[in-house]
């Protein structure tokens, strides 16, 4: 099982950009998604999640500028982010809770759940 995060890039000051996570291997479901960042010389903060069910939360200064969003039937969640600050520079991770299965030779399956992390895609924005 794992996360691929891609869409991270360079972009000027006011600009858009759209980062995307899609979870990968023998997932039953995911729960909750999201995006954290992680700016050189700070802690890893969250940016915004969304349950399954659609609910949405946002790191104060990102709302109104950022929209996440998930594709269910994808096993992805996005990150539309707009109005880019040069202080939105960071790596950015996805995280999702997600059910696994493991198929046994006798048919027997397990299901554990577990959170997992994206490796990171860096977004820079220049001013």
């Known amino acids: 099982v794992q996360l691929q995060a891609s869409g991270g890039g360079l972009v000027q000051a006011g600009g858009s950009l759209r980062i995307s996570c899609t979870a990968s291997g023998n997932i039953l479901s995911a729960g909750s998604m999201g995006w954290y960042r992680q700016a050189p010389g700070k802690e890893r903060e969250l940016v915004a999640n969304?349950?399954?069910?659609?609910?949405?939360n946002y790191k104060e200064s990102v709302k109104g500028r950022f929209t996440i969003s998930r594709d269910n039937a994808k096993n992805t969640v996005y990150l539309q982010m707009a109005s880019l600050k040069p202080e939105d520079t960071a790596v950015y991770y996805c995280?999702?809770?997600?059910?696994?299965?493991?198929?046994?030779?006798?048919?027997?399956?397990?299901?554990?759940?577990?959170?997992?992390w994206g490796q990171g895609t860096q977004v820079t924005v220049s001013s």
């Open positions: 969304i349950s399954d069910k659609g609910d949405t």
């Open positions: 995280n999702a809770d997600l059910t696994t299965y493991t198929d046994y030779p006798d048919d027997r399956l397990a299901f554990v759940t577990n959170i997992y």
